[in-house]
């Protein structure tokens, strides 16, 4: 009998970066995740981020995501009427 070696499944693990913009809807958080495509939400920006994170994982899982570099975060400015 072999035993199994958690540390293994670990070292097979990578961590990554990922982009979470958020915004309020209403009574609740929105986060979304640009690099992946993934949304989530909260009734609070903390929640809205764990769950992002969750999701973000769970669709990793089946999913890879390739190896691509992080988006240009900027701003601009609009004329209203």
């Known amino acids: 009998m ?4 958690p540390w ?3 070292l097979s693990m990578t961590a990554r970066t ?10 609740i958080y929105v ?4 690099e992946v495509g993934t949304v989530s939400q909260g009734y609070s920006v903390e929640e809205a ?3 992002l994170k969750e999701a ?3 669709y990793l899982e089946e999913f890879p995501l ?7 975060l900027t701003t601009f400015e ?3 009427a």
């Open 2 to 5: 072999t035993l199994r070696r």
């Open 66 to 72: 390739p190896n691509v570099s992080r988006p240009l």
């Open 78 to 80: 609009a004329v209203l």
């Open 49 to 51: 981020l764990v769950n």
């Open 56 to 58: 973000t994982e769970l």
């Open 31 to 34: 986060a979304d995740c640009p």
């Open 18 to 27: 990922f982009t979470a913009v958020v915004h309020k809807e209403g009574d």
């Open 8 to 10: 293994r499944i670990l």
